[in-house]
């Protein structure tokens, strides 16, 4: 029995070191479970400003001119979150434009997408059209100073509205996100922006020539320099002190 136990110690501790080396060693990961990321944590307490920026402008092929812009901040005083809107309409001096004729068929589907979907559907000539969704992050610990947000304040359900010669832009909060959509004159089109539910859709329909449409969110997040406490700090020393026994 006692020779057993020796041969079986003995096996065990030629072993480990074969297992050790091997602890560490580098593997490719497969695609699938590369899928399965969502990226960088952050620690609570660590983002200490948030803020969105939407805005949307459509102008015609007469100059015409409609923007939407609305905008959110929140810091740490910042009681409740409240959207704020903006719309400006300009007059163009060229002809009013040739009403759109083209047809845009199917994308039902563009509207139910997971994540960012955006899309530019055209049936006309000479048009441009962006959708831009941008993420900035700041590490340097200093929140914005004295953000003032001026504009008409939109309430849950609500919906505020501006016109011009170009058609008519509609902010809208539904559902727990923000929507910013442009229905063009002259059966130019539309637009249409929304965030929310984890979500992001940006989408442009044109029927008609000469068209300029400019759909941008900004998501601005401002990180703290608050270090590890006490907690954190040993729970990362005893990991390292794990290893030791391992040989590394």
């Known amino acids: 029995m006692n020779t ?19 602890v560490f060693k580098p593997i490719e990961m497969k695609d699938s479970e590369l899928a399965q990321l969502r990226g960088r944590y952050v ?20 100059g015409d001119s409609i923007t ?45 997408g997971q994540g960012v979907t955006q899309s530019v559907r055209a049936a006309g000539d000479g048009n441009t059209a962006y959708n831009n969704v941008g993420i900035k992050v700041s590490d340097n610990g200093l929140a914005p ?24 832009v509609s902010v809208s909060a539904t559902n727990g996100g923000l929507q910013m959509a442009i229905q063009a004159n002259h059966n130019q089109g539309n ?6 539910g984890g979500n ?9 020539n000469s068209n300029f ?14 270090g590890l406490g006490n907690t954190a700090l040993n729970c990362n020393l005893d990991q390292l002190k794990n290893l030791r026994s391992m040989g590394y």
Do not use: E
């Open 200 to 208: 992001v859709l940006q989408g442009t329909v044109l029927q008609g």
């Open 191 to 196: 637009s249409v922006q929304q965030i929310g």
């Open 43 to 62: 620690m609570p307490g660590r983002i200490i400003s948030f803020g969105i920026v939407m805005s949307s402008t459509w102008t015609n092929a007469a």
């Open 213 to 226: 449409v400019n759909n941008m969110t900004q998501l601005n997040v401002v990180m703290g320099n608050n």
């Open 145 to 168: 100073a004295n953000i003032v947000q001026s504009g008409q304040t939109l309430v849950a359900g609500g919906t505020i509205t501006g016109d011009s010669g170009a058609g008519r």
């Open 68 to 112: 939407g812009k609305a905008s959110m901040q929140i810091d740490s005083s910042t009681i409740t979150p409240q959207f704020y809107v903006q719309t400006t309409g300009s007059s163009g001096k060229g002809p009013t434009p040739n009403t759109g004729t083209g047809t845009v068929v199917g994308g039902t589907g563009l509207g139910s």
């Open 4 to 22: 057993y136990r020796w041969l079986t110690v003995m096996c065990l501790a030629a072993a480990m070191p074969a297992y050790a080396s091997t």
